[in-house]
């Protein structure tokens, strides 16, 4: 019975004190700073290692049109406007490719059965449901955006909670997007740490969350306090919504994951990298 | 908690060029704005990578209603992908610094398998393709360089950014990276090969490929056959 007292380890783990959690990470905290250092230094070393694109990018013209453009866009190195390039560290990929391995089994032969299952409900109430329930993060979005001085992006994610509460039903609808344009701010406290200068970290792979790093880890903590669902249902229930919110999600995700094991020559390296180039390009925008 | 893991599968996984067996239903949308250089400024309608990008799309939707009906449209589809993406650039990116170390007759290989893979990756999407709208942002110009902006709609609700970075060539655009939701293809695609070659050379990265080319060929006509 392989996934026999998975339950009971999740229940373990969300019942150890906090203090014991925060202890843990703290001591991971310590080894961010030095790895973001070592992170910068192989950044530096990455740029002026871009000589070999030379014969190759298209040189300037000698037309000024760098006041209509942001440099970001069109760096001199095709591929680099780089705020990271394998700046990141994983020394615990042995550890990390044996809980990928526990997650790609959970997932073939738990989560996306389960998921399968979920399909019978037709898919715009399953759409609602997700965005009832990601609704509920507004307030996290909110103080995150606040947190990182983006005062316009927490006003934006405060109207839409208001707006989509009531009038979109609990969140079921999203007449804030949909009839004034407010977007979904994607912040987190991982990128307000990320943007006062705390590097990612060590890489980790989460059981059954999946890809993740020290600090976004970390500011994970947080974040599951900061859930509305948490105070409202308690423990056995907010574990439950956290089950449905997931296995709604994954019914509506389009077999993502099958077609990177199929299509990677290897699919740990390839999340992986995806993950933290999606991670630093969050904390940069 | 886990919603940050799924939006990055789900938009690693799209890989971007999806769209680009998507019907362009964005065609019809008025918000299209465009930011262009001012010496494009005068057939700005017709040419351009923003165009490239649309009309691409339209031709392959072509192509993607005739799946099972013609035993073309796999070509097809493969000579459009072919014209549209410059692999060469692509893989000198994607190597990066292992460029160097190739030797000539590797990097012609590498050119033509990574293109290959890049093929049967999309050409597997094709089917998994429902629907989804299209929207087209901003297109950015600079010199023989651009940016085209677009958001494809999900069914949760979702929209993902994905950006086709292009070069023009001979008079004609070509993509040579796509990023989704901020994560470079190439970029990607340039640290998992490079993690890969520190434990092998270019010869073993290059069996590799081939034999992985060889297997999504196998898939691809398992599938068409019981299509």
């Known amino acids: 019975m392989f996934f026999a007292g998975i339950y009971e380890n999740v229940r373990f783990v969300y019942d150890a004190k906090l203090a014991r959690i925060v202890a843990v990470c703290l001591a991971g905290v310590v080894l961010l700073s030095p790895t973001a250092v070592r992170g910068e230094q192989r950044m530096n070393a990455a740029e002026s290692s871009t000589e070999y694109f030379n014969n190759d990018t298209p040189k300037d013209s000698g037309l000024d049109v760098e006041a209509l453009y942001s440099e970001d866009l069109f760096s001199d190195d095709l591929y680099a406007d780089d705020d990271w390039d394998e700046g990141f560290s994983d020394p615990l990929e042995p550890v990390n490719r044996a809980v990928f391995w526990f997650n790609d089994k959970s997932y073939f032969y738990l989560l996306k059965p389960v998921a399968r299952v979920f399909r019978v409900v037709p898919t715009p109430v399953r759409s609602g449901v997700s965005r009832m329930f990601d609704n509920l993060k507004s307030p996290i979005r909110a103080v995150s955006s606040m947190l990182q001085l983006k005062f316009l992006q927490s006003g934006i994610e405060v109207s839409r909670l208001l707006i989509n509460t009531t009038v979109g039903l609990g969140g079921f609808y999203d007449p804030a ?40 880890g970390v500011a994970m903590i947080p974040e599951f306090y900061a859930d509305p669902l948490y105070w409202a249902l308690h423990r056995d229930g907010h574990l439950i919504a956290i089950g449905v919110d997931g296995m709604n999600a994954l019914s509506l995700d389009k077999d993502t994951y099958e077609s990177v094991v199929t299509e990677q020559l290897d699919p740990y390296l390839f999340i992986r990298d995806a993950y933290l180039q999606r991670r630093a390009g969050l904390v940069a925008e | 908690m886990g919603s940050k ?51 691409t799309i339209d031709r392959i939707t072509e192509q993607l209603l005739a799946i099972g009906t013609t035993s073309t449209w796999r070509n097809n589809v493969s000579k459009l992908v072919h014209s549209k993406f410059n692999f060469e650039v692509m893989s000198q990116g994607v190597l990066g610094p292992n460029w160097h170390k190739a030797t000539p007759q590797e990097r012609e290989r590498f050119i033509e398998l990574f293109s290959q893979l890049l093929e049967e990756t999309y050409i597997g999407r094709v089917r998994e393709y429902t629907g989804q709208k299209i929207r087209f942002g901003n297109e950015q110009i600079r010199q023989n360089r651009a940016v085209v902006d677009t958001y494809i709609a999900m069914d949760s609700g979702d929209e993902i950014p994905i950006s086709y970075k292009m070069l023009q060539n001979d008079d004609e655009w070509q993509v040579y990276d796509v990023v989704i939701e901020e994560v470079s293809l190439v970029r990607n695609y340039r640290s998992s090969y490079s993690s890969i070659l520190r434990k092998k050379n270019v010869g073993g990265l290059l069996e590799e490929m081939q034999a992985k080319i060889k297997e999504l060929k196998q898939r691809h006509a398992v599938e068409d056959r019981s299509a």
């Open chain 1, 177 to 216: 997007k949909n009839w004034w344009d407010l977007n979904k701010q994607n912040e987190d406290l991982g990128q307000v740490l990320g943007h006062y200068g705390v590097g990612q970290g060590w890489y980790l792979v989460l059981p059954l969350l999946g890809p993740s790093n020290l600090r976004d």
């Open chain 2, 5 to 55: 893991a799924r939006g990055f599968t789900c938009a690693v996984v799209m890989l971007g060029v999806l769209q680009l067996f998507a019907p362009a239903g964005a065609d019809a949308q008025p918000q299209v704005t465009t930011q262009r250089a001012v010496e494009y400024s005068k057939d700005a309608v017709m040419s351009g990578p923003m165009f490239e990008i649309k009309q």
